[in-house]
């Protein structure tokens, strides 16, 4: 049974950082894409970033240049470095992830980032 927990959340002023990680585990090939999304409230599930097995990266236009995702792939854990935050970032961050060889999602339970002064 495939199980994804996020952990890294708070409360943050703006400019400042956290660091969000994942941990994935129970897929007996592992892991082929992993990525973030996030939801404000009142508004949908959007995505952030996502990052390939082989490392590809792919970024939601508002988080270019302040967030950087990284995986491990010998830990199946992935992680969300968000530098600069902005009020707008505040959301429920999900950590979801694809299995390998059978592309079935998963997502955890969601982290809370709240940006405020």
């Known amino acids: 049974q495939v199980q994804v927990v996020e952990s890294g959340g708070g409360l943050v002023q703006p400019g400042g950082s956290l660091r969000l990680s994942c941990a994935a585990s129970?897929?007996?090939?592992?892991?082929?894409?992993m990525g973030w999304y996030r939801q404000a409230p009142g508004k949908q599930r959007e995505l952030v970033a996502t990052i390939t097995r082989a490392g590809t990266t792919n970024y939601t236009g508002s988080v270019k240049g302040r967030f950087t995702i990284s995986r491990d792939n010998a830990e199946n854990a992935v992680a969300l470095q968000m530098n600069s935050l902005k009020p707008e970032d505040t959301a429920v961050y999900y950590c979801k992830v694809i299995t390998y060889m059978y592309y079935e999602p998963h997502w955890g339970n969601g982290t809370l980032v709240t940006v405020s002064s």
């Open positions: 129970g897929s007996i090939f592992g892991f082929s894409t």
